[in-house]
């Protein structure tokens, strides 16, 4: 079964920018799509975006013109890069992949350890 360890988070100021790292311990073709999720104190997990082997996007409305998603199959790595971060943006984060429609509704059993960004001043 593939892992992923997610990286990157960290205590950043509103407005600021922050590059979150998935690393997958295998293939990540295997996967029809990769995606990014969030979860704050006090509330369900979300979708934040995701991105299809074949390089489609989609984007929590919450989020889309301020983070990109992508991908690199060949260091079976998924990375979120998010600017003009607001402080509900605060949450853990964390990365899945499977078929299309399970990442797009975040249908997993299994979650990593997520990473931890603050937005904050």
């Known amino acids: 079964q593939v892992q992923f360890v997610e990286s990157g988070g960290g205590l950043v100021q509103p407005g600021g920018s922050l590059r979150l790292s998935c690393a997958a311990s295998?293939?990540?073709?295997?996967?029809?799509?990769m995606g990014w999720y969030r979860q704050a104190p006090g509330k369900q997990r979300e979708m934040v975006a995701y991105?299809?082997?074949?390089?489609?996007?989609n984007y929590a409305a919450s989020v889309k013109g301020r983070f990109t998603i992508s991908r690199d199959n060949g260091k079976n790595a998924v990375y979120l890069q998010m600017t003009s971060l607001l402080p509900e943006d605060t949450a853990v984060y964390y990365c899945?992949?499977?078929?299309?429609?399970?990442?797009?509704?975040?249908?997993?059993?299994?979650w990593g350890q997520g990473t931890q960004v603050t937005v904050s001043s």
């Open positions: 295998g293939s990540i073709l295997n996967f029809d799509a």
């Open positions: 991105i299809t082997s074949g390089g489609r996007t």
């Open positions: 899945n992949g499977g078929r299309v429609f399970t990442v797009a509704v975040g249908a997993f059993a299994s």
